[in-house]
């Protein structure tokens, strides 16, 4: 038995521990450990900076990396919100009584042990331990050797609190940061019940490929805003600006314009506002033609095949134009990721049949895709997005991740 199956088997068995324990006492402890977050801020800022100190400031991934006062004060603000909500757990799904006096019931139950691969973001060690621990499942975190300094500070303060209420610090495992744990995990089916991979599309394809263990994909977003032949333009611009500027490195953060073409004469209007944040624009040659005189020169290219189906997470955006709906709906249903998309439109018999006929886990009329987000859906936090249809689909919060059982209790009744 190697090193990390020794941990996930003592994982495992803290697993148990845990599905016994009171929603009181796990409360306790989520308060717990989000004031020792608040404490042990600068501390956290410390290790953080010697991350960020490895990353090239222009990569994407660094504002995922980058930690700061505010953001820890959320964190912690978070697994407050989390201990607030009423617990998944041993809720009554079904009742029933057979004729032949029977009793069944069926209530939900933790997942078990669940494994969640991220890459460049320690608020996810946080955020899907205190998912995790609420709902009373045991979590097995591999982060990305990029957040490596992040993670174990993180960890090592949860483990404190743990240690100083008597409870198992293997409900929560930190594998190692180097990829050969990733390969571990993936094939650990006898101490793991689920993995959620949260990252590039290459980590999901990966993961996808390489597991054992059940997988739910969550996290790659290719995004898109249709603006509708009937749209109010001033709608369009704010909803774009704030799905692409707020904060790009997200997944939620939009990729791409489809614009009908009755539309091109604000196309101008619609994007100035983001060569104020330097987006840099690829577009088709109808939109490029209607920006080329008053977009930026710096900023504007013409598009090519690559830069649709692209997930920028940058201030990058491409735009395609379409000649009516059905147009779009095709571009879309071709190059989305099936995460979040969104229509800006006036008239009501387009905004109904988009919002039925789009096929993504979040899809929204006049608004920006930007609150696609756990704490936004009223989940308290999230473990990820899933793009899948099976089990779960878009934010992931308490009541995805629980299972069920039946119960069935007789009085010495047996089959003919």
């Given at each position: 038995?190697?090193?990390?199956?020794?941990?996930?088997a003592?994982?495992?068995?803290?697993?148990r521990?845990?599905a016994?324990?009171?929603n009181?006492?796990?409360n306790e402890?989520?308060?717990a450990?989000a004031?020792?977050?608040d404490q042990?801020?600068e501390?956290?800022?410390?290790?953080?900076r010697?991350?960020?100190?490895?990353?090239d400031?222009e990569?994407?991934?660094y504002?995922?990396?980058l930690l700061?006062a505010?953001?820890?004060?959320?964190?912690?603000?978070?697994?407050?919100?989390?201990?607030?909500?009423?617990?998944?757990?041993?809720?009554?799904?079904?009742s029933?009584t057979?004729?032949n006096g029977?009793?069944l019931s069926k209530?939900?139950?933790?997942i078990?042990v669940?494994?969640?691969?991220?890459?460049?973001?320690?608020?996810?060690?946080?955020?899907?331990?205190?998912?995790?621990?609420?709902s009373q499942?045991?979590?097995?975190?591999?982060?990305?050797?990029?957040?490596?300094?992040s993670?174990k500070?993180i960890?090592?303060?949860?483990?404190?609190?743990?240690?100083?209420?008597?409870?198992?610090?293997?409900v929560?495992y930190?594998?190692?940061?180097?990829?050969?744990a990733?390969?571990?995990?993936?094939h650990a089916?006898?101490?793991?019940?689920?993995?959620?991979?949260?990252?590039?599309?290459?980590?999901?394809?990966?993961?996808r490929?390489?597991?054992?263990?059940?997988?739910?994909?969550?996290?790659?977003?290719?995004?898109?805003?249709?603006?509708?032949?009937?749209?109010?333009?001033?709608?369009a611009?704010d909803?774009i600006?704030?799905?692409?500027t707020?904060?790009?490195?997200?997944?939620?953060?939009?990729?791409?314009?489809?614009?009908?073409?009755?539309?091109l004469?604000?196309?101008?209007?619609?994007?100035?506002?983001?060569?104020?944040?330097?987006?840099?624009?690829?577009?088709?040659?109808?939109a490029?033609a209607?920006?080329?005189?008053?977009?930026?020169?710096d900023?504007?290219?013409?598009?090519?095949?690559?830069?649709f189906g692209t997930?920028?997470?940058s201030?990058?955006?491409?735009?395609?134009?379409?000649?009516?709906?059905?147009?779009?709906?095709?571009h879309?249903a071709?190059?989305?990721?099936?995460h979040?998309?969104?229509?800006v439109?006036?008239?009501?018999?387009?905004?109904?049949?988009?919002?039925?006929?789009?096929?993504?886990?979040?899809?929204?009329?006049?608004?920006?895709?930007?609150?696609?987000?756990?704490?936004?859906?009223g989940?308290?936090?999230e473990?990820?997005?899933s793009?899948?249809?099976?089990?779960?689909r878009?934010p992931?919060?308490?009541?995805?991740l629980?299972?069920?059982?039946?119960?069935?209790?007789?009085d010495g009744?047996?089959?003919s």
């Amino acid at each position: 038995m190697t090193d990390i199956e020794a941990a996930l088997a003592a994982t495992r068995n803290a697993s148990r521990t845990l599905a016994s324990m009171s929603n009181d006492a796990i409360n306790e402890a989520l308060l717990a450990v989000a004031d020792a977050l608040d404490q042990k801020s600068e501390e956290i800022l410390t290790e953080n900076r010697k991350d960020l100190e490895r990353m090239d400031s222009e990569d994407p991934k660094y504002d995922r990396l980058l930690l700061d006062a505010d953001r820890i004060k959320g964190i912690a603000t978070d697994m407050r919100n989390i201990s607030a909500l009423k617990s998944p757990i041993g809720k009554e799904l079904v009742s029933r009584t057979l004729d032949n006096g029977l009793k069944l019931s069926k209530i939900t139950t933790p997942i078990g042990v669940i494994g969640i691969i991220y890459e460049a973001r320690p608020n996810v060690t946080a955020d899907a331990f205190s998912l995790c621990f609420k709902s009373q499942n045991a979590c097995a975190l591999k982060g990305g050797s990029d957040a490596e300094a992040s993670n174990k500070v993180i960890v090592d303060c949860i483990h404190e609190v743990l240690r100083n209420l008597n409870i198992p610090e293997e409900v929560l495992y930190l594998l190692p940061a180097d990829r050969e744990a990733v390969k571990e995990l993936l094939h650990a089916q006898d101490y793991v019940d689920l993995v959620i991979p949260r990252g590039s599309q290459d980590l999901i394809n990966f993961v996808r490929q390489e597991a054992t263990v059940p997988t739910i994909e969550t996290g790659a977003g290719i995004v898109h805003v249709y603006v509708d032949a009937s749209a109010d333009v001033k709608k369009a611009t704010d909803i774009i600006f704030n799905a692409k500027t707020r904060r790009p490195s997200v997944c939620n953060a939009v990729d791409t314009v489809v614009i009908h073409k009755s539309q091109l004469g604000s196309l101008s209007s619609i994007v100035s506002p983001l060569a104020e944040k330097s987006v840099q624009i690829f577009a088709d040659d109808k939109a490029f033609a209607s920006l080329k005189e008053s977009y930026p020169s710096d900023l504007l290219s013409l598009a090519t095949d690559e830069h649709f189906g692209t997930e920028f997470l940058s201030l990058k955006l491409s735009i395609k134009t379409v000649p009516d709906l059905e147009a779009a709906l095709e571009h879309i249903a071709t190059y989305s990721s099936g995460h979040s998309e969104s229509i800006v439109a006036e008239d009501n018999e387009v905004i109904e049949k988009y919002l039925k006929l789009v096929d993504a886990a979040a899809v929204y009329a006049n608004a920006s895709t930007a609150f696609t987000d756990g704490a936004q859906f009223g989940l308290g936090a999230e473990i990820g997005i899933s793009t899948q249809k099976l089990h779960a689909r878009g934010p992931m919060g308490l009541e995805e991740l629980t299972s069920y059982k039946w119960i069935i209790r007789g009085d010495g009744q047996i089959r003919s």
